[in-house]
């Protein structure tokens, strides 16, 4: 009795397993983890980022999305393209790449037009992450031993932020309206 109630706890357990998504997530994961370690310029790794982030969206769920909003900057600090001395801001990055996604599902998943819905989730996303960044970037630079680097941080954490999300949200429009997934 009990091995076959073990065996049909098991066999309930992997039909909910959607094996498709685990695989797209780690896919996802895995250039979201090694990018930062291979390209070093904020205009390249960034609008991929962002890309990834708003993909997983789609192909791996909110979940998927949300908890792939941890690794890259993660990965951007002990890859390189975040100096060292940025270590205090990566949460803040964080949360900003959570405000992202959470501002692109939330606007998409309620509007009727799917094409319209993404475009203004994305441009509400980036805009969230931009403010945020953008209203946390005093603080940050308080939080940087070296005075003469909170230049670098305002110009880092504020409006180029805006514009990589933008772009990344177009190029993940144009990759899930490749998989037809919009």
């Excluded at 964080?94 to 996604?101: C, H, K, Q």
């Excluded at 980036?126 to 939080?143: D, E, H, P, Q, R």
């Excluded at 409006?159 to 993940?172: H, N």
């Amino acid at each position: 009795m009990t091995f076959f109630f073990m065996s049909y706890i098991k066999e309930q357990a992997m039909a909910k397993v959607d094996t498709a998504a685990i695989a797209q997530f780690l896919s996802l994961a895995t250039i979201a983890t090694a990018l930062p370690f291979f390209i070093h310029i904020q205009w390249l790794t960034g609008p991929i980022v962002n890309a990834i982030l708003i993909i997983a969206i789609f192909l791996a769920g909110i979940r998927g999305a949300l908890l792939l909003c941890l690794i890259p900057s993660l990965m951007a600090l002990s890859g390189g393209l975040l100096p060292a001395v940025l270590a205090p801001v990566v949460p803040f990055i964080m949360i900003s790449n959570t405000l992202l996604v959470l501002g692109v599902d939330f606007v998409y998943s309620r509007s009727r037009d799917a094409v319209k819905g993404f475009a203004a989730g994305v441009l509400a996303g980036a805009s969230i992450k931009f403010l945020f960044l953008f209203l946390t970037v005093g603080l940050m630079s308080n939080l940087v031993i070296k005075k003469e680097l909170s230049f670098k941080i305002a110009q880092m954490m504020s409006w180029s932020q805006l514009v990589t999300a933008l772009i990344g949200g177009v190029l993940a429009f144009i990759f899930l309206k490749w998989l037809k997934r919009i």
